[in-house]
């Protein structure tokens, strides 16, 4: 299945002119490619770890250093044992993770029985999530089970995790989840 | 010194982590996709899309194969779109000495599109219908002239890409043939000598795509390029 060289020179209609007509039409003159400038001269590199899943491949993040503090480029870490420079196609787009304008600028609220969702700011969701937390939390603590023991519990609310914390973070998502009392602790965490 | 690339399909596992690393690196933008029955998707290059993961099953003595084929510029020795692009204006294609990667310019957008898509033996070069400029995968030249792989071979997590020398490629290329034959008798090579991004496809190249390798038929010069040429229009 090899196409021999003779072949192939047949087939690009512009080398085969050249041969046939010694040189009439081709370019032979020395053309320098003109380089890219190298956005990357111009970054910090910072390693960081893929949130995507439990293989945990490492990423070289650039920020850009003109005072925008930006990531404009993210890369598998050539240096890293884990994937020695390489990512997966999730891997790969992990830089939209950071800086992507199709994702929702602010959180988004839909208040109880509306069909719409409507942009509001963190302070406003924070101390919404936090002011409900507690109402709830308050409403059905237990201090004590049907057996008299002192258990200190609130069945009332769960929590799923989430699949983009790491190990670290789980452990004081979780603690701050104890803290409230909760016993439904599920999570995701991949690496 | 010039580069090249291989690219073991025995290897490829169609994550498609080399298709995204390339927008990533080169900030191209997303293209809507519908599901159309296959993972490839886009459904096809585009100027935006300027390396693609083609799907292929096909039927072999009543077994279903699925094939895989990441998809690029073949940067070749001698291009055949340089040659028609030049006839136009002589600055819309170039070939960098250093790297022998063939490299469009915005120039391109005063060329014979049509005509330089056709000259290409992999139909590889895309037109953008707004600026009129084409485009395609330019070997990643601003990496290499810094020292770094291009974005696709550094992403590949099989190893079924690599980059480095022209004579460390093609003693690599012969290797992994000789490898792949045990388990496929039909592998072979696609235009090893011809072009710097050489695939080892494990059975016949046009299974995987209708122009995966060179065809074997000859394309013929079109009316334009053979005046400009008998003519000596073309600016040498």
């Known amino acids: ?191 | 010194m010039a580069k090249k690339f291989l690219v073991d399909l025995t290897r490829c596992t169609a994550c498609r982590g080399c298709q995204v690393a390339c927008k990533q690196w080169k900030k191209l933008p997303a293209e809507a996709t519908v599901n159309w029955g296959s993972h490839q998707n886009p459904k096809d290059l585009s100027f935006n899309t300027l390396r693609l993961v083609r799907f292929e099953e096909i039927v072999n003595d009543g077994k279903v194969d699925w094939l895989f084929f990441p998809e690029q510029c073949r940067h070749c020795y001698e291009p055949p779109c340089l040659g028609q692009a030049e006839l136009d204006d002589e600055r819309a294609v170039i070939q960098d000495e250093a790297t022998g990667a063939v490299i469009f310019t915005e120039y391109t957008k005063n060329v014979d599109a049509e005509g330089v898509r056709e000259a290409c033996p992999y139909d590889i070069p895309r037109k953008d219908p707004v600026t009129g400029q084409l485009s395609k995968c330019d070997m990643c030249i601003d990496r290499i002239q810094n020292g770094m792989k291009p974005a696709c071979v550094l992403s590949c997590p099989t190893g079924a890409m690599s980059f480095g020398e022209e004579e460390e490629i093609d003693a690599l290329a012969q290797e992994r043939l000789a490898a792949a034959q045990k388990r496929y008798p039909e592998a072979v090579l696609g235009d090893p000598e011809d072009v710097r991004v050489v695939y080892l496809f494990q059975q016949d190249p046009t299974k995987y795509f209708e122009k995966a390798i060179a065809s074997a038929s000859p394309t013929m010069m079109n009316r334009k390029q053979m005046f400009a040429r008998l003519l000596g229009t073309t600016k040498a």
């Open chain 1, 1 to 191: 299945m090899t196409v021999s060289r003779r072949q192939f020179l047949k087939l690009s209609a512009g080398a085969a002119t050249a041969t046939a007509f010694g040189g009439l039409g081709i370019s032979l003159k020395p053309t320098v490619a003109k380089a890219e400038l190298q956005k990357l001269k111009w970054a910090k590199q910072t390693t960081s770890v893929c949130c995507y899943c439990a293989v945990g491949c490492g990423l070289i993040v650039h920020t850009a250093k003109d005072g925008a503090g930006r990531a404009i480029n993210v890369e598998g870490d050539p240096d890293h044992p884990i994937n020695e420079g390489s990512l997966c196609a999730k891997g790969a787009s992990i830089w939209q993770l950071a800086e992507n304008a199709n994702r929702p600028q602010t959180p988004l609220y839909r208040a109880p029985n509306s069909t719409e969702w409507k942009p509001v700011s963190w302070d406003w969701a924070l101390t919404e999530i936090a002011k409900r937390v507690k109402k709830t939390r308050d409403k059905s603590f237990q201090l004590k089970n049907e057996k008299g023991e002192q258990v200190n519990r609130t069945e009332a609310i769960a929590s799923a995790g989430s699949a983009a914390m790491d190990n670290e973070e789980c452990w004081a998502y979780q603690s701050l989840l104890r803290s409230l009392g909760l016993v439904y602790i599920e999570h995701q965490a991949r690496i």
